[in-house]
């Protein structure tokens, strides 16, 4: 699956990302985040190229890799399995808009994957501004806006070329089977748990955990979880992790995957 060499950056996608966002640390590392039936994103109007009307979407069909998984109850998964399903189930897709929460900071972004990798978000201020940052990464090239004016992000403050770049390591589902893949091995849980997406929709998914710390990325990765649906469709991950003593967790859910996405250079 080819990648834009902005899209994949060495940078961590585990706390160092996260604490980008939030400002501060978590000190209880086993506090499971609580995904909520909406955000502040959700509601927020995107300052970033908005997506065009479209009620045509990609047919999903179950990639092989995922039927193969045996995703069922209490079972134990292989984690370059789980990240063969989910590389295949993200390409299959194509495209979707993701939620990121991390403390009481959130984010959303439109991707696409594939050979023409491409990301645009907004990301909330930590005052509670809507929208207060946004990015764009397409082509190969990369745009922020943090004052109210999109600029070349190799031409931003230092600063804010940062944010930018970490928040957009943190979104990039494409990063995803790589974490997982990077442990051997993963236990689904008992049951599914119910997870309440932000465009509405209530989705039972299966709760897939990390079966013992891991290091990934010079971070210690005290719990990851994917939750799955039946056909492989990622619904969200999360993510607790420590860096230099100090722990971070952030959620992401994935929705209205395969629906079409515009995502544009901004206008200059």
């Not at 179950?62 to 399903?85: N, R």
């Not at 990934?216 to 994917?226: K, N």
């Not at 939750?227 to 860096?243: E, K, R």
Request: net charge negative.
């Amino acid at each position: 699956m080819g990648r834009s060499k902005h899209l994949v950056s060495a940078i961590t996608i585990t706390a160092a990302g996260a604490a980008l966002l939030t400002g501060c640390s978590s000190d209880d590392p086993d506090t499971e985040a609580k995904p909520a039936a909406s955000s502040p994103a959700a509601a927020a109007t995107a300052s970033s190229p908005a997506p065009a009307e479209s009620a045509s979407a990609t047919p999903y069909t179950e990639p092989a890799e995922c039927e193969s998984l045996g995703l069922k109850s209490e079972a134990t998964l292989a984690g370059k399995d789980l990240a063969a399903c989910l590389r295949a189930a993200f390409a299959a897709y194509g495209t979707g808009t993701e939620n990121l929460l991390v403390g009481d900071r959130s984010g959303t972004t439109r991707f696409r994957v594939g050979d023409d990798p491409a990301l645009a978000g907004d990301v909330d201020g930590a005052d509670g501004k809507r929208a207060a940052n946004s990015y764009v990464s397409v082509g190969g090239e990369e745009w922020i806006k943090s004052d109210g004016a999109w600029e070349k992000s190799d031409s931003k403050e230092a600063v804010d070329a940062e944010l930018g770049k970490k928040y957009r390591t943190v979104s990039d589902p494409q990063g995803i089977p790589d974490l997982v893949g990077s442990f051997a091995t993963w236990k689904v849980d008992t049951e599914k748990a119910l997870i309440s997406l932000e465009n509405g929709k209530d989705v039972r998914a299966w709760r897939v955990t990390n079966a013992q710390h891991f290091d990934y990325q010079g971070s210690e990765v005290v719990e990851y979880i994917v939750w799955l649906d039946d056909d492989g469709t990622p619904v969200g991950v999360q993510n607790t992790s420590a860096t230099a003593g100090k722990s971070n967790t952030y959620v992401q859910h994935f929705y209205d995957l395969g629906q079409p996405v515009t995502i544009e250079a901004p206008p200059q």
